[in-house]
């Protein structure tokens, strides 16, 4: 005799109409945020190789204002440090050695749905000599999070020569004439939607107008207005 197990679905049409709109809200301000970052441009110098990187300071410098532009914020979660063993290469043979490794865990959150995600990047620590432990952790630990802010917001890797072309600094370029008509579109849509949605804006961009928001949050919002109606419509057709 052939046992077979049912699952049970514990979510109500409703709870799923409601995760399905959190889930797309969280999509739509990653997507915004991926599609505003650009480049970051190699600000540091190695002094022992002589080659230029990004440093985290200038990563997480370029993408924070980003993030919060498009209503997400990004926080640690937890630091695991385990070992493993690692073979390298000394002299003409190989060594079994062990190597300590962070995982570093972080959590994406868009703030006005509540949806989030959960990220974990783990990064070897430097065993160089003279070099504290504690220092040499929390190194690693900002890599990390440089890692992660690279991987997230999809951050080109771009040479100096590249971001010096035309046509890359074009997508950098703010085109004001389009700047009237995206207000104009942003209060359409406020008076569509109603003052609490409005209000709500307002609050989260810290301003009272339309014509306050920068043109980055234009953008932000009539996306928003996109996805609001289209909670509107879902709930409707549940109705």
């Not at 797309?24 to 540091?44: M, N, P, W």
Request: glycine share 4%.
């Amino acid at each position: 005799m052939k046992t077979q197990i049912m699952e049970v679905e514990t979510e109500t049409p409703e709870e799923k109409v409601e995760t399905q709109q959190r889930e797309r809200t969280y999509a739509v301000a990653l997507h915004e945020a991926q599609r505003l970052i650009g480049f970051v441009g190699k600000d540091s110098t190695n002094s022992h190789n002589r080659y230029k990187y990004t440093s985290a300071e200038h990563m997480i410098d370029s993408c924070r204002g980003i993030l919060h532009d498009c209503g997400l914020v990004l926080e640690p979660t937890e630091v695991l440090h385990t070992i493993h063993e690692c073979t390298r290469v000394v002299g003409d043979s190989l060594e079994t050695v062990q190597q300590m490794i962070v995982g570093c865990g972080f959590r994406a959150t868009e703030i006005i749905s509540g949806e989030n995600r959960e990220y974990v990047i783990e990064v070897p620590v430097s065993d160089r000599k003279g070099t504290p432990y504690d220092k040499a952790s929390l190194a690693s630990q900002t890599t990390a999070l440089n890692y992660l802010l690279r991987n997230l917001l999809l951050v080109p890797r771009v040479d100096e020569e590249v971001c010096a072309r035309e046509d890359v600094a074009d997508q950098k370029v703010t085109h004001d004439k389009d700047r009237d008509a995206a207000i104009e579109a942003v209060q359409k849509e406020m008076q569509q939607l109603g003052a609490v949605w409005a209000e709500e804006v307002f609050g989260h961009y810290n301003c009272e107008d339309a014509k306050d928001l920068t043109n980055e949050q234009l953008k932000i919002v009539l996306d928003r207005a996109k996805v609001k109606k289209q909670q509107f419509i879902d709930e409707a057709k549940e109705d």
